[in-house]
């Protein structure tokens, strides 16, 4: 089965700019969730998307914005960049039977740099 | 709310003895608790999961943990470290029903000496 792929892997943005930032879930998950990581940090959840409504936000400002598409793969969009943004930013997608146990299964991540 | 504590931002041990990182939670519900491991960049992957079955847990690569309600605690152990070993470990909670909403510890980096 294919796992969770993210793109790009690494960018470069300046302060002000905007992001997008891609995610396929993988084959048989509808449940995608986004979580930052800054640097020798632990991952914060960001929001969640089950079946392309946003499913539970975590404390991110409205300029985090997601979208989740038929075919449950997913994007992440920050507008008005800002230093503190730069952070690893992963991607993690499960099934509805993670009600069940809660397993996430995670990108590699998408490596934000805001100069 | 729920929150995840890890004692020690770093351990090292010598290749062979044993590995423990310490993993402390608070949560007003049964939690579902998880450690996932981090390689250099990488993405994270599980270790292992308590989800209210078999307190002790055992997980890939020769890992466990025990969960301890008394305690509040599921530290996670192996008897034999290995090179391979060296990575970020964190620590996350969960409540049952709450799906991928995970709340993770500040991490852990386990440095194995040869």
């Known amino acids: 089965e294919t796992g969770v792929t993210q793109s790009p892997t690494h960018l470069i943005k300046t302060r002000g700019q905007q992001v997008t930032l891609r995610c396929s879930s993988q084959?048989?998950?509808?449940?995608v969730s986004w979580y930052q990581q800054a640097l020798g940090q632990g991952p914060q959840f960001i929001f969640q998307?089950?079946?392309?409504?946003?499913?539970g936000r975590g404390n991110f400002p409205p300029r985090f914005s997601g979208l989740q598409f038929p075919n449950y793969s997913s994007e992440l969009n920050v507008n008005a960049l800002e230093l503190d943004d730069s952070a690893l930013y992963l991607c993690?997608?499960?099934?509805?039977?993670?009600?069940?146990?809660?397993?996430?299964?995670f990108g590699e991540g998408s490596r934000l740099t805001v100069l | 709310a729920q929150s995840v504590t890890q004692l020690g931002s770093h351990v090292s041990v010598s290749e062979g003895a044993l590995v423990l990182l310490r993993c402390n939670y608070s949560?007003?519900?049964?939690?579902?608790l998880f450690w996932y491991v981090q390689y250099p960049n990488q993405g994270l992957q599980l270790l292992l999961k308590?989800?209210?079955?078999?307190?002790l847990v055992k997980g890939i690569n020769g890992f466990e943990a025990e969960f301890k309600k008394s305690e509040t605690s599921f530290h996670l152990t192996k008897p034999s470290a290995h090179m391979s070993d060296a990575a970020e470990y964190f620590c996350?909670?969960?409540?049952?029903?709450?799906?991928?909403?995970?709340?993770f510890g500040q991490g852990t980096t386990l440095q194995v000496k040869p």
């Open positions: 993690a997608s499960s099934s509805g039977t993670v009600r069940n146990t809660g397993e996430l299964f």
């Open positions: 084959s048989g998950h509808n449940t």
């Open positions: 998307y089950y079946r392309e409504e946003e499913n």
């Open positions: 949560s007003s519900v049964p939690p579902y």
């Open positions: 308590y989800t209210s079955a078999a307190t």
């Open positions: 996350a909670v969960s409540p049952p029903g709450n799906t991928g909403k995970l709340i």
